[in-house]
């Protein structure tokens, strides 16, 4: 299972009721966003939750794909997002405080930690491969991604 697959929809039960419909958990889920952006589903939400809303959508939705929001790219923008909080400096737990307050969305501190050890781990296997490739400047890069991960 993919690392934003493990997102979750603070608040869910609140949110389904405030939308008089039951949603998935899963942040990214199909179902969920249909039901926050489509129809009249943002104007059932209370101001803070409307606020949180738009700020994803707003940081994580907006792209020009054809099949958006269900090309791929929220869910590489919020990775994105994940992997600066870390370079940040901000361990596990801090990220998923961080993604609760920006945007009312949370993952459990064992899945995040997970993805960040397999993202160093990931970094080491291009290094390794362009270090294979005699690619020093790929290479380079990716030692600098490693480390600015691993703290």
Do not use: W
């Amino acid at each position: 299972m993919a690392f934003p697959d493990k997102v979750y929809v603070k608040n869910h039960r609140q949110l389904a009721s405030q939308l008089e419909m039951n949603i998935p958990k899963g942040a990214f889920a199909g179902a969920t966003l249909d039901a926050l952006f489509t129809g009249d589903g943002l104007s059932k939400l209370d101001e803070t939750t409307r606020d949180r809303i738009l700020d994803f959508a707003e940081d994580f939705l907006d792209c020009d794909c054809q099949s958006h929001p269900y090309c791929g790219c929220p869910e590489r923008k919020f990775i994105r997002y994940v992997l600066e909080l870390r370079a940040q400096g901000f361990g596990p737990g801090a990220i998923v405080d961080v993604m609760t307050d920006d945007y009312m969305v949370y993952a459990y501190t064992g899945d995040v930690r997970s993805f960040l050890d397999d993202s160093v781990r990931r970094l080491e296997a291009v290094e390794a491969l362009a270090d294979v490739e005699g690619n020093e400047g790929m290479a380079a890069k990716a030692r600098r991604a490693r480390d600015e991960l691993s703290g």
